[in-house]
């Protein structure tokens, strides 16, 4: 059986630190312990936190979540009319929602159109091997058919045309002016 060595905290005696640069570094990584604790504190559970401490002779830190002047206001009883940057930040917030609402709305729009414009793609695959393995005359140069071939890629064009355009309507959605649009 092996012997294991646990780490065991050390008790430590609470009295104040004589030394100034020893309470300087205690201070210092005690407060910053005590405000991780807060924030995990406020971000865990969704409480308002504030803190202040106030060492001797120096200035007061503070933490508070989500701001220390709000939360600690808010529970002194001592409300104040909101500041010119509350108001704007307000509004930038109700802006940020609605912009976010219609880029979703755009993003869902876009989505629509790329789904369809695949399916398409891929529907006219499959069209293009069937009328490859119909007409095989089609895949000599254009420039050397004569008036009866030309005539004939013409008709089997516009028909390909009238179903892609059929396609599209029976999906939703319609060509104009070179683009498909979402009715």
């Known amino acids: 059986m092996s012997t294991r060595r646990i780490k065991l905290r050390k008790s430590v005696r609470l009295a104040k630190i004589e030394n100034q640069n020893n309470r300087q570094v205690t201070f210092s990584k005690c407060r910053n312990g005590v405000f991780k604790k807060a924030?995990?504190?406020a971000v865990m559970t969704g409480a308002e936190v504030g803190?202040?401490?106030c060492p001797q002779g120096s200035k007061p830190y503070?933490?508070?979540?989500?701001?220390?002047?709000?939360?600690?206001?808010k529970y002194v009883g001592k409300e104040r009319p909101?500041?010119?940057?509350?108001?704007?930040?307000?509004?930038?917030?109700?802006?940020?929602k609605a912009n976010s609402r219609e880029?979703?709305?755009?993003?869902?729009?876009?989505?629509?159109?790329l789904d369809f414009a695949l399916k398409l793609k891929s529907k006219l695959k499959?069209?293009?091997?069937?009328?490859?393995?119909q007409q095989e005359w089609f895949k000599g140069p254009i420039e050397?058919?004569?008036?009866?071939?030309?005539?004939?890629l013409n008709g089997g064009l516009e028909d390909l045309l009238l179903k892609v355009?059929?396609?599209?309507a029976e999906h939703g959605y319609s060509y104009e002016n070179g683009k498909w649009k979402a009715e």
């Open 39 to 41: 924030n995990e504190l």
């Open 51 to 53: 803190i202040i401490v």
């Open 62 to 73: 503070s933490f508070g979540h989500p701001n220390v002047n709000e939360t600690i206001n």
């Open 82 to 96: 909101p500041s010119p940057s509350d108001i704007d930040d307000k509004y930038a917030q109700m802006f940020r």
């Open 103 to 113: 880029l979703n709305i755009r993003l869902s729009s876009l989505q629509d159109q």
């Open 126 to 133: 499959e069209m293009n091997k069937n009328v490859e393995s």
């Open 144 to 152: 050397k058919m004569n008036y009866t071939k030309a005539s004939m």
């Open 165 to 168: 355009k059929n396609y599209g």
